[in-house]
Each structure stands twice: as structure tokens, then as C-alpha cells.
């Protein structure tokens, strides 16, 4: 009989840490993981979304670029630059992301006094 009470008793005793281990230890860490889990997903969404939005962003500034270049072509070709003898010099086509930061200083220079200087003749 004191086998059995003993059986019980380990019966009862396993049952106890069993509840406390699932309730107090395993429950709250994988709540945890589940969030986790959860901001990670949205994170990698938000993320693909981003690329989206700057793939958008770089193809209107490619179309942007292509018309600008294009109108600043036609305004040379016109007489305004071969008249005084310049060259235009044509650049390559070029991501965004392959242009330095110099560069685009410098081609923002350029951009502006040739504009400037048609504003001021009156072109």
C-alpha cells in the first residue's frame, strides 16, 4: 500500500511541475518568440516595400533625367552651344546609385549656369 501512496504521490508531484514549468517558464517565452516572430515578418514587409518605393522613386528620376537631357539636347542642337563652338558632351546612361555625390555637383553646376545663361539671353 505505501508503494501506491508513493506512485500517487510522484504522480501528483509530476503533474505540479509540469503546470509550473508550461504556466510560469514556457508560456511567457514562447508569447515571446511569437511576437518576436511577428515584428520580424513586418519588418521584412516593410522592407520590401521600401525597395519597391525606391525602385519607383529611381525610375521617375531615370524618365525625369531622360527629359531633361532630352530638352537640354534639343535647346543645343537648336544653335544656342554649336554657335559658339562648344561640344556637348553626352554622358553615359547611369543608375542613381553609380553616380557620386561629385558628380552630381558638378553636373548640378553645369545645369545651372548653362540654364542661367539662357534665362539671362533670353532663349
Known amino acids: ?3 501506491n501512496a508513493l506512485l500517487l504521490f510522484q504522480i501528483i508531484h509530476f ?7 508550461k504556466y510560469v517558464l514556457l508560456r511567457p517565452a514562447l508569447i515571446l ?12 514587409s516593410n522592407v520590401a516595400l521600401l525597395g519597391e518605393e525606391a525602385a ?7 524618365a525625369q533625367w531622360k527629359r531633361h537631357c532630352r530638352v ?3 535647346r543645343y542642337e537648336k544653335g544656342t552651344a554649336s554657335s ?3 561640344d556637348i558632351e553626352c554622358l553615359p546612361q547611369m543608375t542613381a546609385s553609380e ?9 548640378r553646376h553645369h545645369v545651372t549656369t548653362d540654364i542661367v545663361q539662357q534665362l539671362v539671353k533670353g532663349d
Open 1 to 3: 500500500m505505501i508503494v
Open 15 to 21: 503533474l505540479l511541475a509540469y503546470l509550473i514549468l
Open 33 to 44: 518568440m511569437k511576437r518576436l516572430d511577428r515584428e520580424k515578418l513586418l519588418l521584412e
Open 56 to 62: 519607383r522613386r529611381e525610375a521617375v528620376i531615370d
Open 72 to 74: 537640354l539636347y534639343l
Open 84 to 86: 559658339k563652338g562648344q
Open 99 to 107: 553616380v557620386s555625390p561629385e558628380q552630381i555637383k558638378q553636373l
